[in-house]
C-alpha cells in the first residue's frame, strides 16, 4: 500500500488559516469517509484531532476542520495559533481492510 | 479513562526478535468495543500502521510486515503484545500502542506515550 501523499511544511501568521491537503486513492480516501488527521508535538505521541473526515473530538477546538474531496482530503486550521505549530498526519482506511498514513506536515507559525 | 502503556528492550541487536507489551487500564482488553493495534514511527520520520488485533484473535497486518509481524492479546493480564522477527536497523522507531473501535475505520483515539527500540549490534 502507498502513503498518503501531504506536502512537508506549510506555514502562516497567526490568526490566518492554513489547509493541509492529503492526497489519496480510489482505493482509500476516494472510497471512504474514514479519513483521520492526527496532531504531534516533538518528543510526544500523536493525538487525533478529525477523525471521519469532518468529525471532532470532544475537547478538540473548532478551528480545526476536515472535508474531503474525490481523493483528496484537507485539514483546515482557522484563526491560527502559536500552539497549532506541530506536525500534522491524515489517514485513511483502506479497501483491504488497512490503515495508511500520510508522511506527515509540518506547520509553522510565523 | 482508558490508558495504554508500552513495554520492552531498549535495544536489540540484528536478526533478532523483538517482542513489546501494551498493559490496558482503565478498560478490559475483551472489550466488544475496542481494537487494539501498533504503530511505529521511525526517528524523524512518519507513522507506520503495524496491524490490529481484536479480543477474538483476528488480526490485520500492515502488508509489508505480515511476514514478520504476529500480535496476540493475553485476556489474564489485559494485555496485548506485538513480535517482530528478523529485524534489521531499519526496524529502528518509536512503537506506539493504540486503541480503535471495531467499525469506523481505524480511528487511532487513545495512544500510548511510545518506546523506542533501536535495533542495533
Known amino acids: 500500500q502507498s502513503a498518503l501523499t501531504q506536502p512537508a511544511s506549510v506555514s502562516g501568521s497567526p490568526g490566518q488559516s492554513i489547509t493541509i491537503p492529503c492526497i489519496g486513492t480510489?482505493?482509500?480516501?476516494?472510497?471512504?469517509?474514514?479519513v483521520s488527521w492526527y496532531q504531534q508535538y516533538p518528543g510526544k505521541a500523536p493525538k487525533l484531532i478529525i477523525y471521519?473526515?469532518?468529525d471532532r473530538p470532544s475537547g478538540i477546538s473548532n478551528r480545526f476542520s476536515g472535508s474531503k474531496s474525490g481523493n483528496t482530503a484537507s485539514l483546515t486550521i482557522s484563526g491560527l495559533q502559536a500552539e497549532d505549530e506541530a506536525d500534522y498526519y491524515c489517514s485513511s482506511y483502506t479497501s483491504s481492510t488497512t490503515l495508511v498514513f500520510g508522511g506527515g506536515t509540518k506547520l509553522t507559525v510565523l | 479513562q482508558l490508558q495504554l502503556q508500552e513495554s520492552g528492550p531498549g535495544l536489540v541487536k540484528p536478526s533478532e526478535t523483538l517482542s513489546l507489551t501494551c498493559s490496558v487500564s482503565?478498560?478490559?482488553?475483551?472489550?466488544?468495543?475496542?481494537?487494539w493495534g501498533w504503530i511505529r514511527q521511525p526517528p524523524g520520520k512518519g507513522l507506520e500502521w503495524i496491524g490490529s488485533?481484536?479480543?477474538?484473535?483476528?488480526?490485520y497486518y500492515n502488508p509489508s510486515l505480515k511476514s514478520r509481524v504476529t500480535m496476540a492479546v493475553d485476556t489474564s493480564k489485559n494485555q496485548f503484545s506485538l513480535r517482530l522477527i528478523s529485524l534489521t536497523a531499519a526496524d529502528t522507531a518509536v512503537y506506539y500502542c493504540v486503541r480503535h473501535p471495531p467499525s469506523g475505520g481505524f480511528r487511532l483515539d487513545r495512544w500510548g506515550q511510545g518506546t523506542l527500540v533501536t535495533v542495533s549490534s
Open positions: 471521519d473526515v469532518s
Open positions: 488485533i481484536y479480543y477474538s484473535g483476528t488480526t
Open positions: 482503565g478498560g478490559s482488553i475483551s472489550s466488544r468495543s475496542d481494537y
Open positions: 480510489s482505493s482509500d480516501i476516494g472510497d471512504y469517509t474514514y
